[in-house]
Nanobody
Framework: QVLLAESGGGSVQPGGSLKLSCAASGSVNYMAWFRQVPGKQREVVAGTYIGGRPFPAYADFVQDRFTLSQETGMDTLHLQMNNLKAEASGLYYC???????????????????WGQGTQITVSS
């Protein structure tokens, strides 16, 4: 089993920045961030392989404003979010695979392990 611990959410004004973090207990090889808003399914934000060759991937709406990073020797994933807009608000979830073999990284149903979610609110 894998346990994911998320942190870094909160409230910020438009144009501000936040940094999300997800720490995994248990071996994983792929981690991702998803966003969910009321009435909609979880939508992928970004994801990458862990503990090997980096292969970051981002959703189109990110538009070069978000950046993934990892801590050496740890199954910890960070998402630096800059120039935040109101549309970025939502409940952000960390997700992970123990062994990811190139499936649909953008599909929430492909992930078995999830964090509890951390809220991000972008407003004036």
């Amino acid at each position: 089993q894998v346990l994911l611990a998320e942190s870094g959410g909160g409230s910020v004004q438009p144009g501000g920045s936040l940094k999300l973090s997800c720490a995994a207990s248990g071996s994983v090889n792929y981690m991702a961030w998803f966003r969910q808003v009321p009435g909609k399914q979880r939508e992928v934000v970004a994801g990458t392989y862990i503990g090997g060759r980096p292969f970051p991937a981002y959703a189109d709406f990110v538009q070069d404003r978000f950046t993934l990073s990892q801590e050496t020797g740890m199954d910890t994933l960070h998402l630096q979010m800059n120039n935040l807009k109101a549309e970025a608000s939502g409940l952000y979830y960390c997700a992970a695979h123990r062994i990811f073999k190139g499936g649909k990284w953008t599909d929430a149903t492909e992930y078995k392990y999830w964090g509890q979610g951390t809220q991000i609110t972008v407003s004036s």
